[in-house]
């Protein structure tokens, strides 16, 4: 894991005032979508397919900082849109950064160059730069040649002037395991501070509905992609998380974790779904139905999604709810997961065995044992 040391303070300690007061339901990471206006036309992304007067608008700075303290979490995601589309987005950056909250300005890197003067290398700014795979994976997936190799030169340059940086891959149904694990050590080469990874979910705008992952191949997917995982991949993401994509940890979605707030209000129940918006974050908390969200509830739109929006949460408060968690987790951090998984190979991917599982349907877990 590569977090830094401050974030998971700060993460921590928000985590502890919230248990002391009692809190069950509480953000760690707030979604915030200045526009939804965007220079690409990704195949798996429903953004874009909103309105053109919509495409138009966009938050003000004061808006997204009355949201920033309204949420009170203690990290923060841009995602688009793109944000750098917006006309005042160095404005938002600098208030939200004076704020002291871990931003992270979710970009597909096309602008990034040319704008790097106009932000100032901050502990609490981190530029996340879309990447969904090797070059000719990543380009198809945005629906443009020549993204890939424009995203690379902007991490290098962003990181030449000083800037923290992470990728953001999002898998689809054809990944292969020995391209993205070789892609994972470019990635690594070009010294970025993490990775963080997601399998797709199926946003119902989309224009490509075909290549998004169902749970069982997800783990499959992941199982393989992360068997034996060099130690010098560095993922911006919870041990827990990781071994929950892999299938190895049971979590049930917290989607008041990650709440979205956009150009209609606070979006329920989370940034994958779009089934309404509340006017304040208060009214988002306490009217949202959230039983009736997540695999738990055996809503038929959530028995797919891994997407870390909603079980990264889940991973912290794992780690975070109990000494056996947090033991864990800890074991996780230090030693990594069990070694002996088999991965893939260069002459295809050498099927993983299904994690054992114990009389309740849960994995079992050597590291906790």
């Known amino acids: 894991m590569s977090v830094p040391v401050g974030q998971m303070l700060a993460v921590l300690r928000h985590v502890a005032i919230q248990r002391l007061r009692g809190t069950d339901r509480y953000p760690l990471v707030l979604m915030l979508e200045p526009l939804f206006r965007c220079n690409l036309a990704c195949g798996g992304c429903g953004k874009i397919q909103h309105p053109t007067e919509v ?27 793109e944000p750098l589309l917006h006309p005042q987005i160095e404005e938002i950056v600098t208030g939200i950064v004076a704020r002291k909250r871990y931003l992270y300005l979710c970009t597909n890197a096309i602008k990034l160059e040319e704008m790097l003067p106009r932000f ?41 002037a000083g800037f923290r940086v992470t990728t953001n891959s999002t898998l689809f149904t054809d990944a292969d ?16 501070e993490g990775m963080m990874v997601s399998p797709g979910y199926s946003y ?7 290549h998004f992952l169902p749970r069982q191949r997800s783990q499959t997917l992941f199982r393989s992609l992360l068997a034996n995982a060099p ?33 209609f209000g606070w ?23 959230w039983d009736a969200y997540g695999r738990a509830s055996g809503n038929p739109k959530c028995q797919d999604c891994m997407v870390h929006c909603g079980y990264e949460p889940a991973a912290v408060e794992a780690t975070f709810g109990s000494l056996r968690g947090l033991l864990g987790t800890a074991r996780l951090m230090i030693f990594g997961p069990p070694r002996g998984q ?15 599982r114990q009389p309740n349907g849960l994995p079992a877990l050597p590291i906790l044992q």
């Open 55 to 81: 495409l138009r608008s966009h938050l003000t700075p004061e808006q997204c900082f009355q949201a920033v303290d309204e949420c009170g979490a203690p990290i923060v995601s841009i995602p688009g849109g």
């Open 120 to 160: 100032q290398p901050s502990p609490y700014l981190a530029f996340s730069v879309h990447l969904d795979g090797p070059r000719e994976e990543h380009d198809h997936a945005v629906c443009r040649e020549g993204i890939y190799d424009m995203a690379v030169s902007a991490i290098r340059a962003a990181r030449r």
């Open 177 to 192: 395991p020995v391209r993205y694990r070789r892609f994972f050590d470019d990635v690594m080469a070009l010294g970025v």
């Open 204 to 210: 119902a705008k989309a224009p490509d509905q075909e």
């Open 231 to 263: 130690r010098r991949w560095r993922f911006n993401q919870s041990p827990v998380f990781l071994e929950f994509l892999k299938g190895a940890w049971d979590l049930e979605c917290r989607p008041w974790g990650t709440p979205t707030y956009n150009l």
């Open 267 to 289: 979006q329920r129940p989370c940034y994958l779904l779009d089934e309404g918006y509340a006017k304040t974050f208060r009214e988002l908390m306490e009217e949202t139905d």
């Open 342 to 356: 088999t991965g893939p190979t260069d002459q295809g991917s050498t099927p993983v065995a299904e994690p054992r």
